[in-house]
C-alpha cells in the first residue's frame, strides 16, 4: 500500500507565503516524479509544479516564479514553497506522485488527501 500524506495548508493573507509538505510511504519501489495540483470552487483540477526524481521540474505560468518545488528523495517527500501568495491561489492543493510500488510492477499515480489553502485579500 501506498499513501501520500500532506501537510503545510491555512490561511494567509495576501503577499504572504506557506510551505506546503507531502511525504509518501508503503511499500515503494521508486517513485519517478511528485507534484502538486489544485482545485478551486467551480474549476477543474489543474497542475501546480511537479519534479522528477532527476531535479527536472515544471510550473504553471500562474504560479512561474512565486512557487519553487523541490523534493527529498531520501525521505520520499515533496515540497510546494509558495511565496507572494494571492487571492487566486486559494484552492485544495493535492499531492500526486507516479510510483512504482515493486521491481516488476507497473507505476501508478497516488494522490493525498488535499489541504485547503486560503489567501485572503
Known amino acids: 500500500q501506498v499513501q501520500l500524506v500532506e501537510s503545510g495548508g491555512g490561511l494567509v493573507q495576501a503577499g504572504g507565503s506557506l510551505r506546503l509538505s507531502c511525504a509518501a510511504s508503503?511499500?515503494?519501489?521508486?517513485?519517478?516524479?511528485m507534484g502538486w495540483y489544485r482545485q478551486a470552487p467551480g474549476k477543474q483540477r489543474e497542475l501546480v509544479a511537479a519534479?522528477?526524481?532527476?531535479?527536472?521540474?515544471n510550473y504553471a505560468d500562474s504560479v512561474r516564479g512565486r512557487f519553487t518545488i523541490s523534493r527529498d528523495n531520501a525521505k520520499n517527500t515533496v515540497y510546494l514553497q509558495m511565496n507572494s501568495l494571492k487571492p487566486e491561489d486559494t484552492a485544495v492543493y493535492y499531492c500526486?506522485?507516479?510510483?512504482?510500488?515493486?521491481?516488476?510492477?507497473?507505476?501508478?499515480?497516488?494522490w493525498g488527501q488535499g489541504t485547503q489553502v486560503t489567501v485572503s485579500s
Open positions: 508503503g511499500t515503494i519501489r521508486s517513485i519517478n516524479a
Open positions: 519534479i522528477t526524481s532527476g531535479g527536472s521540474t
Open positions: 500526486n506522485a507516479n510510483i512504482r510500488p515493486t521491481s516488476w510492477g507497473h507505476t501508478d499515480n497516488y
